[in-house]
DNA sequence: TGCAGAATGACACATAAG
DNA sequence: CTTATGTGTCATTCTGCA
């Protein structure tokens, strides 16, 4: 185990804007807002009444100067709310005393345990809003006994709140302490750290404090991209957050590669971990997410190199990356080789010759009409200003020429094989157009992650126990079965039906000769489930997951909330299972 | 009722312009 | 270096239609 050597340099920037993570953390903040009476609303300026919504306003406004909800809630009670002014002196008094002294305890504040009861009542599951006052205060006393042992241990309390709100009312002490230990270290390093107003790349100072902090002080050892080289030749200071090109330890169709790289003890498989998300979530999501997947860094890979569609996704696996081999036969990697039919209308003033992100939905017919309204009122090249237009449109909605004048979006079977699935993997068994398109674009592009899966091929000759999580349409089933990796026992864990019932009718059309056990609900899979099921089909080899991305992508207008999102967090269920099934296998071996 | 169309106007990041 | 502008994104929600 190689470690860390000083001074070299990361192409992730690992040393920006940590404070903001925190605070989600401390206040598990999102879709609540605390007013200093202790009554806390949904959403923001939704309150009843007027003096409720200018309270709201206010604490939202500091919030998103970036001072912690409960500070600010304290703060506006002591002071009132009329002079802003004065309020922000105090908030800045406030912080200054924090950062100087962490260890100093804020005292339990009424909006504090509202708030995260509140958020706790809104993962019990009971939609029913009449009868909330009972239903909390008996969910509370119900949890009493871990929140007090908790506390007993020298937990704080809104620290395990937090942790029991995130693991689910059935969570054993073993996991909340092991929840909240991670939580801590992530705080720890950032509390203790100088605050840095604005994120800088290249900074060094800065850079080498947080290095030496971690080294001496942590005493942890932090992988580095010692290769970095390679992602950004020109110049060596400027950190990027996404290399350039986005091609991850190395793509089939580029020269460059890395064959190295270290991992942290924690993190070193069995069992093997994959984990999906998008490239570009907000800021300091991946260094959350990196942080609890054992520190391992982030592996960005765009499939445009694999297909002829883009998608930039980041991955976090434990595999090797030595010896990995492509999926035969290559699919077309331009819009004209996958369809050749769209060549001869193709006008040569669209420049495309990749296609955009496939998402869930697709252009209207309504849209291809005015196109082609559009294009059709001029002998040969349109204007400017209408080829504008049009390769606008064409490029949001992916759009491809299929005849004189006229463009469409692609057919749902189309996106199956530009995804690398099987054709008609999800077509019929009571699937709807729209849903389809919704399946296939909440999936992974299994040419690229069967690139990063080849290694398994060799280290198991006679198949894998696969634990699934959040399956979809089976990305990694198919992508394992099409490396010719047999699959002993697959759980795969999905919430919608449709999709399970794709899964399971794939299983059945190739003839796989293991066991497909699926389930329904990611949160109800606990220790015991899983040791149950490892004693009865062995451990598990590889763990997979890609959680859900609605409140991190950029296409969502509504509820961008980050990692602490409404299904986004199913993140930490990710790591609650990974985490409880290297224990089990862990135990087992010693 | 369920589906498809259209509007919505969030963000982070890259790049250009001042 | 700071500010303005452009670009791209595993989406959500409402409305009208059949």
Redesign the pocket.
């Known amino acids: 185990m190689g470690g860390d050597e000083s001074g070299v340099e990361s192409d992730f920037d690992w040393n920006t804007e940590d404070e903001l993570e925190i605070e989600n953390f401390q206040s598990s903040k999102p879709c609540l807002t605390v007013v200093p009476n202790g009554v806390a609303t949904a959403g923001s300026g939704e309150a009843s009444s007027f003096a409720g919504s200018s309270k709201s306003k206010l604490c939202d406004h500091f919030v998103a100067m970036g001072f912690a909800i409960e500070l600010v809630c304290k703060v506006i009670q002591e002071h009132g709310e009329e002079n802003e002014d004065k309020l922000l002196e105090e908030l800045l008094t406030y912080s200054a005393l924090e950062s100087s002294q962490p260890q100093v305890k804020i005292e339990p504040d009424p909006c504090l345990s509202d708030c995260a009861v509140s958020s706790w009542d809104d993962l019990s599951d009971s939609d029913d809003s009449s009868s909330n006052y009972e239903e909390i205060t008996k969910s509370v006393s119900v949890h009493d006994g871990k929140l007090m042992s908790l506390v007993k241990m020298g937990y704080k309390e809104e620290e395990a709140l937090i942790a029991i709100e995130r693991l689910g009312p059935k969570s054993s002490l073993e996991e909340l302490v092991d929840f909240i230990s991670v939580a801590q270290i992530v705080k720890a390093e950032d509390v203790l750290l100088p605050p840095e107003d ?1 994120p800088r790349y290249g900074d060094h100072t800065k850079l080498k404090k947080k290095r030496y902090y971690e080294f001496e002080v942590l005493g942890r050892k932090r992988p580095r991209v010692h290769e970095k080289k390679i992602f950004n030749n020109e110049d060596d200071e400027e950190a ?3 290399p ?1 090109p986005m091609i991850g330890f190395g793509v089939p169709s580029e020269s460059t590669f890395i064959t190295h790289r270290t991992l942290p003890k924690e993190a070193v498989g069995p069992p093997y971990f994959y984990y ?8 300091g999501v991946w260094q959350t997410i990196s942080r609890f997947l054992y520190d391992v860094q982030p592996e960005f890979v765009d499939s445009k190199y694999f297909c002829a569609a ?4 980041g991955y976090i696996h434990n595999l090797p990356i030595e010896n990995r081999f492509p999926l035969m036969p290559p699919p077309p990697r331009t819009i004209n080789e996958a369809f050749p039919l769209t060549r001869k209308w193709w006008p040569s003033w669209d420049p495309r010759t990749k296609l ?2 496939l ?4 252009g ?4 291809t009409e005015r196109i082609r309204k559009a294009v059709e009122n001029y002998d040969g090249e349109p204007p400017q200003h209408v080829q504008k237009y049009v390769l ?1 449109q064409c ?2 909605w992916n759009l491809v020429w299929v005849g004189r004048n006229k463009v469409a979006p692609l057919e749902a079977d189309e996106v199956e094989t530009l995804l690398g699935f099987p054709r008609n993997h999800t077509r019929g068994g009571g699937i ?4 389809r398109y ?1 399946s296939l ?4 592009q299994v040419d690229t992650v069967a690139y990063h899966l080849s290694v398994l091929k060799d280290m198991y000759p006679n198949g894998i126990n696969l634990l699934s999580l ?1 399956s ?1 349409i089976g990305g990694a089933e198919v992508a394992l079965h099409r490396l010719g990796i047999p699959l002993k026992t697959v759980v795969s864990v999905e919430k919608s039906e449709v999709n399970r019932n794709i899964v399971r009718s794939w299983w059945e059309q190739t003839n796989q000769k293991g066991n497909l056990i699926d389930m329904d609900d990611v949160q109800a899979l606990d220790g015991e489930r899983l040791e149950q099921l490892m004693d009865i089909y062995g451990d598990f080899d590889l763990v997979v997951g ?17 990692l602490e999102g409404k ?1 986004s967090s199913l993140f930490y269920d990710y790591f609650r299972i990974l985490d409880l099934v290297k224990n089990i296998v862990a135990r087992k071996n010693e």
């Open positions: 604005t990027l957050y996404l350039k999906e998300n998008v490239a570009l979530a907000p800021k883009a998608r930039k996704r955009n992100c998402q869930t939905c697709i209207s017919a309504k849209l606008d490029r949001k709807s157009r729209t849903d919704k674009g909440n999936s992974f959040f979809g890609g959680s859900p991305c609605n409140n991190l992508a950029g296409s969502n207008r509504v509820s961008r909330d980050g299904e």
